[in-house]
DNA sequence: CTTGTGAGTTAACGCCTGTTACGTGAACAC
DNA sequence: GTGTTCACGTAACAGGCGTTAACTCACAAG
């Protein structure tokens, strides 16, 4: 018999997975990524994500990973390649419902946090991320820009002198600060990450300046 | 012959260690958690940090760490909380070199800073922790309750009738923001952090205020 | 000189890892 | 029907890991 009833780690418990058709394989490469997203989550911490497991999840042998990717690192670079694609997505598209700076920094501010602390473990691979992928930076840059973008037209609305690049490596790092800080320590009585960031526009001045009193 | 050319990865390839005189077998068990915490430095993560790779650091065979640590967990969970036995130590003495508030701040701003960009790794392992090592907040606490009492006393100095603990924690996540940040990001062109601590205290509005123009 | 005993070491176990070489079986082309 | 090719699977490797059991060996006490 060449079914055997022994589990082995690298033997799926459920669903033997119809392979894919000729032509369609590269559905499983898709697969695979979504898959090392979802380790990522849980354990929000690239280098524990190992090749097997990828496999494992997928219900596919170790080896077939070879078939899509070049090796373990190629496979967990496109992996967080793929996550960075989400997240800026997910802030671009948050910034885009609105021409109002003012609203649309606080939706992207709201969107951050929410994928910060829905996605705990991405987030964390995408930021303290100490593996070197290579281009690092690049990809968090982009969306970097549209921040900047919004905050040089709240200083504009206002009259403020201030740098819109200084002024948005302030907010970033402290919404950073944050929702990191939060994520990795949830015994601690945090205040409301709403009246946070309400804390953070205010201090930061990027609030619709009051109209003088006639 | 029992010695041989073989260099395996547990023999250590230097200095072999003369074992410490009966009595004194604990100073090994310092020996280890000094080794840990220089792996945390270039590691920056807790669970790439092996048992084996620690006795290999002293020069030491992997069982000997069992003669003073229960398991691998308990060497880590010793090595972490001597962590931040230091972390804490730097903090309250640059807060206890004087009386006035404003000055402790700032003290306090540039050491927190300059222990995380020094020991990025050890610092990485305190604050994204995500190991369980059971007491994780406490020990972390017991500084954040120095800085409590620092910005109680600027905000009495200056009238501000704001929350203490509220805008501590708005001081914290934002220094762990900018030094988490900058620390993984090396590439990107940060503004100094001096500045960065400047433009915290002024938005936070943690400076002395001004007399009114009489 | 004998006898412990403290401070380690050696050998081995079972497990998980990345990676290679090779096999297999279904779908399509002709 | 035959052959090829695509999409995988099987078996095996070498090496790292935590952990246990048993051993060694210098020094101190009596």
Request: aromatic share 8%; with cysteine; glycine share 6%.
């Given at each position: 018999m060449s079914t055997s009833t022994i589990v082995t780690m690298d033997t799926p418990t459920l669903s033997p997975r119809k392979r894919y058709a000729p032509g369609e394989g590269d559905r499983l490469r898709q697969d695979l990524l979504v898959a090392a997203g979802e380790l990522m989550v849980t354990t929000?911490?690239?280098?524990?994500?190992?090749l097997r497991a990828v496999a494992r999840k997928v219900g596919v042998s170790p080896t077939a990973v070879y078939r899509h990717f070049d090796d373990h690192l190629d496979l967990l670079r496109e992996a967080v390649d793929s996550c960075w694609s989400d997240f800026r997505t997910v802030l671009e598209e948050a910034a885009a419902t609105t021409d109002d700076p003012f609203i649309a920094f606080r939706a992207m501010g709201d969107a951050y946090v929410r994928f910060a602390l829905e996605r705990t473990g991405q987030y964390r691979v995408l930021f303290s991320n100490k593996v070197d992928i290579g281009h690092e930076s690049s990809p968090g840059l982009t969306a970097f820009w549209v921040l900047v973008d919004i905050v040089e037209r709240m200083l504009a609305a206002n009259d403020d002198p201030r740098d819109p690049f200084f002024v948005s490596v302030q907010v970033h790092t402290w919404v950073h600060g944050m929702v990191d800080l939060c994520g990795s320590h949830p015994g601690v009585p945090w205040p409301p990450t709403a009246e946070l960031l309400d804390g953070l526009g205010v201090a930061l001045e990027l609030v619709p300046r009051a109209a003088p009193a006639d």
């Amino acid at each position: 018999m060449s079914t055997s009833t022994i589990v082995t780690m690298d033997t799926p418990t459920l669903s033997p997975r119809k392979r894919y058709a000729p032509g369609e394989g590269d559905r499983l490469r898709q697969d695979l990524l979504v898959a090392a997203g979802e380790l990522m989550v849980t354990t929000g911490d690239i280098d524990t994500i190992s090749l097997r497991a990828v496999a494992r999840k997928v219900g596919v042998s170790p080896t077939a990973v070879y078939r899509h990717f070049d090796d373990h690192l190629d496979l967990l670079r496109e992996a967080v390649d793929s996550c960075w694609s989400d997240f800026r997505t997910v802030l671009e598209e948050a910034a885009a419902t609105t021409d109002d700076p003012f609203i649309a920094f606080r939706a992207m501010g709201d969107a951050y946090v929410r994928f910060a602390l829905e996605r705990t473990g991405q987030y964390r691979v995408l930021f303290s991320n100490k593996v070197d992928i290579g281009h690092e930076s690049s990809p968090g840059l982009t969306a970097f820009w549209v921040l900047v973008d919004i905050v040089e037209r709240m200083l504009a609305a206002n009259d403020d002198p201030r740098d819109p690049f200084f002024v948005s490596v302030q907010v970033h790092t402290w919404v950073h600060g944050m929702v990191d800080l939060c994520g990795s320590h949830p015994g601690v009585p945090w205040p409301p990450t709403a009246e946070l960031l309400d804390g953070l526009g205010v201090a930061l001045e990027l609030v619709p300046r009051a109209a003088p009193a006639d």
